[in-house]
């Protein structure tokens, strides 16, 4: 007999904020150009779909 792999839920980091505008997780970003380039943002992991931002 084969033994099944338990399940294993996706644990969400509890700090990763959603996306305000669709619900969706938030990922770490970073800018890669124009005036903020090098800075970290939170980006819609929903994009392009959705392009909502905010600060860290």
């Known amino acids: 007999g ?3 792999a338990p399940a294993v839920a996706e644990e969400r980091d509890h700090l990763t904020p959603d996306c305000p505008l669709c619900g969706s997780e938030m990922k770490l970003r970073t800018a890669r150009r124009g ?8 980006g ?4 392009p779909a959705c392009r ?4 860290l």
């Open 52 to 55: 909502r931002t905010r600060d």
């Open 35 to 42: 005036a903020n380039t090098g800075q970290k943002f939170w």
């Open 44 to 47: 819609c992991s929903n994009f």
């Open 2 to 4: 084969k033994i099944a």
